[in-house]
Nanobody, 122 residues
Framework: HVQLVESGGGSVQAGGSLRLSCAAS????????MGWFRQAPGKEREEVAV???????RYADSVKGRLTISQDKAKNILYLQMNSLKPEDTAMYYC????????????????WGQGTQVTVSS
């Protein structure tokens, strides 16, 4: 059984930065797709960025050039470096993982964290 625990959310002003972390525990397969999703009030959940075990990444157009996904395989930690934050980035951010697969085509994620809130004020 895999557990995902996010941390690093908070409140910042527009233009600021945050780094989200997602610690994975349990049995970790060698091939996987992990990613960050977000959901703002009244909106559908959207994919922000994903990375697979080979290091291939994919970003939503709205975050390209500002948010960077990375991973520390030795520690089983997924990161999301968030720079130049905008008020429209305000949302609950979730870490997700799916194993024995890659990120293309888009997998159905079975494992989710509890979420961490990011609030960006103008």
């Amino acid at each position: 059984h895999v557990q995902l625990v996010e941390s690093g959310g908070g409140s910042v002003q527009a233009g600021g930065s945050l780094r989200l972390s997602c610690a994975a525990s349990g049995y970790i397969y060698s091939s996987y797709c992990m990613g960050w999703f977000r959901q703002a009030p009244g909106k559908e959940r959207e994919e922000v960025a994903v990375i697979d075990s080979d290091g291939s990444t994919r970003y939503a157009d709205s975050v390209k050039g500002r948010l960077t996904i990375s991973q520390d395989k030795a520690k089983n930690i997924l990161y999301l470096q968030m720079n130049s934050l905008k008020p429209e980035d305000t949302a609950m951010y979730y870490c997700a993982a799916e194993y024995l697969t890659y990120c293309d085509p888009r997998p159905v994620f079975d494992y989710w964290g509890q979420g961490t809130q990011v609030t960006v004020s103008s």
